[in-house]
């Protein structure tokens, strides 16, 4: 995979294979979080339904680690975004990008 490139960008802009990966490693992180934020919202919901003291003091707890949690997915996505933006603007500034750029311009017949 390493030296691969993606043209599935639409302006027919190329990504390297190293940048692929780094994406899907991001997404794997942020879908983990995500399910740990799942089962965190399980246990706030049935923890508050319980109404019983103990639980519900575990709740505060639970709710700033879910806060934390949900500040980290925006901070992957942040970064996410910026390398995305990097990638392109590299792509579209090499030689080769504006000729790639013309190519995805032809009409595709079916």
């Given at each position: 995979m390493d030296g691969d490139t993606y043209s599935g960008l639409g302006s027919g802009a190329q990504m390297d294979g190293k940048v692929v990966q780094a994406f899907q490693k991001s997404f794997v992180q942020?879908?983990?979080?995500?399910?740990?934020?799942?089962?965190?919202?399980?246990?706030?919901n049935k923890n508050h339904e319980s109404k019983l003291p103990d639980n519900l003091n575990r709740n505060v707890g639970l709710i700033r680690e879910l806060n934390s949690n949900i500040r980290h997915v925006v901070e992957l996505y942040a970064d996410l975004s910026a390398a995305f933006a990097r990638s392109v603007q590299a792509s579209s500034s090499s030689p080769s990008a504006e000729a790639d750029s013309i190519g995805s311009r032809k009409r595709v017949r079916d």
């Open positions: 942020v879908q983990s979080i995500l399910d740990r934020n799942r089962l965190l919202i399980n246990e706030i």
